[in-house]
């Protein structure tokens, strides 16, 4: 979701492992094995803007928030919507520097270590590639942040991105990929993770890992920069406490704010909202690009649908549809799958983004998902938001103030909600 002029949607600018890299507590435990802990969905660069215009001779330094950690990573970049090869001609990854947690662009020097890929320091991404570093020997905590800083030497026309960070990453001129401090960082946006799209650590066994495929609400917008208050780093806060150490799963957040299930990102919504290549393809085309490829996915929580209602006015049976086709893929691959209901948005955007009949269509779905059992298990996000006394709206502790997207504590409050015993990890 976003909100209806803002540039990124909910409004806006669970078992088997599965087919791609996987990891479980079925084979041999004395066996290093390799976890995801951090992921990002990203999309074509938008048609005006940086996104468009890329980068040249510039680096870009991005703060990431790691579920899971252990003695080794490696990164994944991605140039999946790129229109040509780009070249990587450095890359390095420290920990920040926490004397100075008012610039989260300075890092401790100590930690700086260079990411190499097949044995050297530079790479190129083939046009719609993704590349991967070599492993690298670094201590990874659970629960903290990363800083990945990379150099594109020469033009790489439009970017492969994350829009909705809630994290403000940095560009500067030049190689800055060694620098401990920001002071050459020169732009600051508060969105944005360029051409970076997984962290895995290894670890000596894991039981995989959670996916949330949502929108604005997994990344969600009404909470805290800088804070890491998303509901899915809240749920990896509780899996941590409840099975610690080699037990504790990882959590990818693979949402794009404003992505619909039956529509692309640059189809317009009501409002006069414009739409914008950021908010991705239709979902169920990013099943084969943003979950099934995912490090020891085993269990997918889907939240999404309440975007093909506010924008583009879907019926129930067509939402409904979409979901029971995405359920079927995800379990005919082995893994569990949650799927939420859709929470309230009374007053949100300008005249027509809600009305009584959308709201009906949203009661009709909810009501669909709370009596389905094709579905592994139901996260029933809005019971748990909703102002009990006017239930098509949220509950005001809870609103962040756009009357859509949840605060902090509403971020919370999902998470809270989610029955551990549902993930099956």
């Known amino acids: 979701m976003a909100a209806a002029t803002a540039l990124l949607v909910v409004g806006a600018p669970a078992v088997v492992a599965s087919a791609g890299p996987t990891a479980s507590l079925t084979g041999r435990q004395d066996r290093p ?33 790691v579920s899971v950690g252990g003695p080794a990573l490696r990164v994944r970049l991605s140039n999946l919507y790129g229109e040509q090869a780009v070249r990587v001609g450095r890359a390095t990854v420290a920990k920040p520097n926490t004397a100075t947690v008012d610039d989260v662009s300075d890092i401790d020097p100590a930690s700086l270590r260079p990411l190499s890929f097949s044995g050297a320091a530079a790479a190129t991404m083939n046009r719609g590639a ?38 403000t990453n940095f560009i500067g001129a030049g190689d800055l990929t ?5 002071t050459g960082f020169t732009i600051r946006p508060t969105c944005c993770w360029f051409f970076l799209s997984g962290i895995d650590v290894q670890r000596r066994a894991t039981p995989g890992a959670v996916v949330v495929l949502s929108d604005s609400m997994g990344d969600a917008n009404g909470s805290t920069v800088n804070a890491n208050r998303r509901w899915p780093d809240l749920l990896a806060d509780r899996l941590r406490a409840d099975r610690p150490d080699a037990r504790t799963p990882g959590v990818l957040n693979l949402s794009l704010a404003g992505n619909r299930l ?25 099943l084969n690009e ?6 020891g996915v085993r269990t997918v929580v889907t939240h999404l649908g309440i975007n093909d209602i506010w924008m583009s006015n879907d019926s129930a049976e067509a939402i409904i549809a979409t979901l029971r086709q995405i359920n ?14 859709l929470t309230p948005y009374e007053g949100h955007g300008a005249p027509g983004v809600w ?15 709370r009596g389905s059992r094709e579905f592994d298990g139901l996260l029933d996000f809005d019971r748990v938001l909703r102002d009990p006394a006017r239930p098509s709206q949220l509950l005001p502790a809870y609103d962040f103030g756009d009357h859509i997207h949840p605060n902090d504590a509403g971020n919370q409050a999902m998470a809270n909600a989610v029955p551990l015993r549902l993930l099956d990890l």
């Open 33 to 65: 094995e390799w976890a995801g802990s951090w992921a990002a969905a990203v999309t074509r660069g938008n048609s005006v803007g940086l996104t468009n215009t890329g980068l040249n001779n510039q680096s870009v330094r991005m703060v990431v928030h």
């Open 130 to 167: 993704e590349l991967l570093s070599d492993p690298l020997p670094f201590a990874v905590a659970d629960d903290s942040d990363l800083v990945v800083t990379l150099h594109f030497p020469t033009p790489t026309g439009p970017t492969t991105f994350h829009g909705q960070s809630q994290q």
């Open 178 to 182: 060694g620098a401990a401090d920001g």
């Open 262 to 286: 039956n529509h692309e990102g640059p189809e317009p919504g009501a409002g006069d909202y414009p739409g914008y290549f950021q908010l991705g393809p239709n979902a169920a085309a990013r």
């Open 290 to 295: 943003d979950v099934f490829p995912q490090t």
């Open 328 to 341: 079927q893929q995800l379990q005919q691959r082995g893994l569990t799958s949650l799927v939420a209901t």
């Open 355 to 369: 009305t009584p009949e959308k709201e009906a269509t949203r009661q009709a779905v909810n009501a669909y998902l």
